[in-house]
């Protein structure tokens, strides 16, 4: 195939563009930074002997996947400094089939969570694999190692994701126990807010030093129960809530005077709410104002 016409690169990379942002999304946590990488990956891509390329997908995807990788060391670095707990920036699946891609696994905020705590390897090995289904022969050729060790990756990966987290619930009784949750944390309900928390429930609150935010994560159910009764009176004057979703679950968008200042969701197991999510940095919200 010819490549030379920059119309034909602008088609192919375009064709291509859906993955490109599906993995560079799952690698960071972040659709600005996934944006950024994406369009870097285009430059290069103008750049090169097209030519010589035989596979636009393998090169453009190798590509994203190199870079990622890069930028994960660094982004890694920058959250030790970050304030306060960092969550992954919630993304409206549903409008945008290039971040569902093939599959819809690594996207959800319990698996995000824990790819974090990965290598920048291992992380992009368990998302080529699981979410893009790449053969382990070209996860060898992209991340330029042997097929035996990038089996490895995988497998570490895997046993890390199933050692962390719980069987969540469906996505419908996750909406629920949301909804739920929403309407006791208003009122400061607190029995109903114990009831819905698991014994060792955590609530995390992402304000990155630009949003009023807890700096530490609240753990246990009493404590995070209590913490969100404690300032119900205060917190929710003015808010209004609309449903939506992100990360193909269900999220709470709070709004005052117009302006939303606050994405809420969890994380839920048949044990109850495991996590509360409050994402509040302003500049991490932003992808989640189409959801509505």
Request: aromatic share 8%.
């Amino acid at each position: 195939m010819e490549l030379d016409d920059l119309d034909a690169a602008v088609a192919v990379f375009n064709e291509v563009r859906p993955r490109l942002m599906g993995i560079a999304y799952r690698m960071l946590g972040s659709h600005t930074e996934a944006e950024d990488l994406v369009q870097e990956v285009w430059l290069r891509w103008q750049a090169a002997d097209r030519s010589a390329v035989q596979s636009p997908v393998a090169y453009l995807s190798t590509a994203v996947t190199r870079l990622a990788i890069n930028a994960s060391q660094s982004a890694r670095a920058r959250r030790e400094t970050y304030i306060g707990p960092w969550l992954p920036e919630p993304v409206d699946t549903s409008a945008d089939p290039y971040l569902g891609a093939e599959r819809g696994e690594a996207l959800s905020f319990a698996v995000l969570l824990v790819l974090e705590r990965l290598s920048p390897t291992e992380r992009a090995a368990y998302i080529l694999r699981e979410a893009f289904d790449y053969p382990y022969d070209e996860l060898a050729t992209m991340l330029q190692s042997t097929e035996p060790a990038v089996r490895q990756l995988v497998s570490r990966a895997r046993k890390r994701i199933r050692a962390e987290r719980r069987t969540e619930v469906s996505g419908g009784q996750q909406k629920k126990l949301l909804s739920a949750f929403v309407e006791a944390a208003r009122s400061g309900d607190l029995a109903v807010l114990e009831q819905l928390l698991a014994k060792d429930a955590i609530s995390y609150s992402d304000g990155g030093g630009a949003a009023r935010a807890s700096k530490f994560p609240v753990v246990g159910r009493d404590r995070v129960a209590k913490y969100h009764r404690a300032f119900h009176d205060r917190f929710w004057v003015g808010v209004t809530v609309e449903f939506g979703r992100a990360n193909g679950r269900a999220i709470a968008m709070l709004e005052r005077d117009g302006v939303m200042f606050a994405v809420c969701t969890v994380i839920a197991s048949d044990d109850g709410i495991d996590e509360v999510l409050w994402m509040m940095n302003p500049a991490k919200i932003t992808h989640a104002t189409a959801v509505a």
